[in-house]
């Protein structure tokens, strides 16, 4: 008669034991202050499991470093939510720890793992988002980026995410943060020939950007009634990005519907082109005009990217330079020129 017995092996036994220890308040040496305002929580652990797990507190719990009281080690990290430490914690305990895309907290634990020195938890928070996360990527593009650009161990997020803005850059408008991107960084985007959108949904998201950075406040469902300095620091904020708007692309009913609503913000010279354009076309050649502002789409031609970076995100740059940016004022004089230069010709002829 044969007879089997099954042992643990002691790595499982030892992890087990260690991980228990988690709930066990029985010599822990460390209470760490975790969180800011009304999320503050107080965690406590061990010391020699901290050490042992992480490089950070290996540091940190240094005799040079340590403030005790009453024989415990007191801490604070006032820059991470109590919830992402828990998580942190019981990781350091027990090895384990639950990783989803459901909301942005994996940003945050990365950050955290990332201050921590916890090499293991970066490699699979890592590779979970770039294999499991392609879609979360791109719905949010920009908070993804500026986390991965400024961590040194996310090099490859960062470069996903630099492949994914340089072959669709629209999703960059699309993204659920596009509203706190910088300046130069949104300038640079809307330089871009290869968005594929429309000119006037740019339009609807720029001015939308452009509220969020000069008052929260506003609504665009009551425009009638903004005060003059309401509309003065819209009209600041946008200044620079109006030359790089491609209007002779928006018919004239969007137009109406949209920008003339917001007609303060545009150059005089700017209103009275487009005025002429959607009332007689045919004086404003559309050719010549692209030749400024090239329709935008896929089939144009592709830019790359910097080196540069800028706010944690990479500056777009164009392989043949910039755009030249339209001067209106200089464009209708001469197509005005033009326009008498035929003229002339066709009397030459009679």
């Known amino acids: ?21 988690i709930e066990d308040s029985d010599d822990k040496d460390v209470s760490v202050k975790v969180g800011q305002d009304n999320d503050v929580k107080i965690f406590t652990a061990h010391s020699i499991i901290l050490r042992a797990r992480s490089r950070y507190f290996k540091v940190a719990l240094s005799h040079s470093w340590i403030r005790k009281e009453n024989g415990i ?17 019981r990781y350091i305990y027990t090895g384990d720890i639950t990783l989803t895309l459901e909301n942005d907290d994996i940003l945050d634990i990365l950050i955290a793992a990332d201050e921590m020195i916890l090499e293991a938890l970066i490699k699979s928070i890592l590779d979970y988002i770039i294999s499991e996360g392609m879609d979360w990527i791109k719905e949010n593009i920009v908070k993804v980026q500026r986390v ?27 993204s659920k943060s596009y509203l706190t991107i910088e300046k130069d960084f ?36 009551n425009i009638k009634n903004w005060s003059a300095d ?20 928006i018919n004239s009913e969007d137009y109406y519907l949209k920008v003339y609503p917001f007609k303060y913000i545009l ?8 005025k002429a354009y959607y009332l007689a076309p045919k004086l404003y050649p559309k050719e010549k005009l692209e030749g400024y502002a090239p329709k935008r789409g896929k089939d144009n031609i592709k830019m790359g990217f ?33 326009s008498e230069e035929k003229e002339q010709a066709v009397r030459k002829v009679r």
């Not at 080690?73 to 914690?89: A, G, T, V, Y």
């Not at 809307?190 to 950007?209: S, T």
């Not at 200044?239 to 692309?249: A, L, M, N, V, W």
């Not at 150059?267 to 487009?274: I, N, V, Y």
């Open 148 to 174: 991965a650009s400024s961590l040194e161990a996310c090099k490859t997020l960062s470069n996903k995410c630099n492949e994914i803005m340089k072959a669709e850059p629209e999703i960059i408008f699309k």
């Open 306 to 338: 910097a080196t540069q970076t800028f706010g944690k995100i990479p500056i777009f740059e164009t392989s043949f330079g910039e755009l030249p940016i339209y001067d209106y004022q200089t464009k209708s004089e001469q197509l005005e020129k033009e």
């Open 186 to 221: 949104l300038l640079d985007l809307l330089k871009r020939n290869d968005l594929d959108m429309k000119e006037i949904e740019i339009w609807d998201l720029l001015v939308k950007w452009g509220i969020a950075q000069s008052d929260e406040n506003l609504s665009l469902d």
């Open 267 to 274: 150059p005089s010279q700017l209103k009275k082109d487009l």
């Open 73 to 89: 080690i007191s801490m604070d990290k006032p820059n991470i939510r109590p919830i992402i430490f828990e998580k942190i914690l």
């Open 230 to 249: 309401n509309k003065q620091k819209l009209q600041t904020t946008l200044k620079d990005c109006i030359t790089h708007i491609r209007f002779f692309q």
């Open 1 to 21: 008669m044969s007879t089997q017995k099954t042992t643990r092996s002691l790595p499982y036994i030892l992890i087990s034991e260690i991980a228990a220890l």
